[in-house]
């Protein structure tokens, strides 16, 4: 059983920095695509970035693409995201996922394609 934890989450100003980790257990990094999503209160969640299981492809949304970067440390077993600029249409809650299935092409910017999920971590831009 694959289990995500999230962390690294706040309260930060417009024009701030946040990093978000997902430290996996269960299975190895290198086994695993992940993802990064995010819901907004009153709103669906959507995706951000994600990173297939060798690091070859990273695709972002195209509302953080500039500003956001994810990566993997394998030797930790660990995710990031580090965001930059942010600003307050980026609060949300934030989620790790892992797709141990390996899905390939677009359909990986896709919820459903996900099958583990970490509980969540708030992130909160004031202005």
């Known amino acids: 059983q694959v289990q995500l934890v999230e962390s690294g989450g706040g309260l930060v100003q417009a024009g701030g920095s946040l990093r978000l980790s997902c430290a996996v257990s269960?299975?190895?990094?290198?086994?695993?695509?992940m993802g990064w999503f995010r819901q907004a209160p009153g709103k669906e969640r959507e995706f951000v970035a994600r990173?297939?299981?060798?690091?070859?492809?990273?695709t972002y949304a195209e509302n953080v693409k500039g500003r956001f970067t994810i990566s993997r440390e394998n030797a930790k077993n660990t995710m990031y995201l580090q965001m930059n600029i942010l600003k307050p249409d980026d609060t949300a809650v934030y989620y790790c996922?892992?797709?141990?299935?390996?899905?390939?092409?677009?359909?990986?910017?896709?919820?459903?394609?996900?099958?583990?999920w970490g509980q969540g971590t708030q992130v909160t831009v004031s202005s």
């Open positions: 996922a892992a797709d141990s299935a390996r899905t390939v092409g677009a359909a990986g910017t896709q919820a459903s394609v996900y099958n583990y």
């Open positions: 269960g299975r190895r990094l290198n086994a695993l695509n």
């Open positions: 990173i297939t299981w060798s690091g070859g492809i990273i």
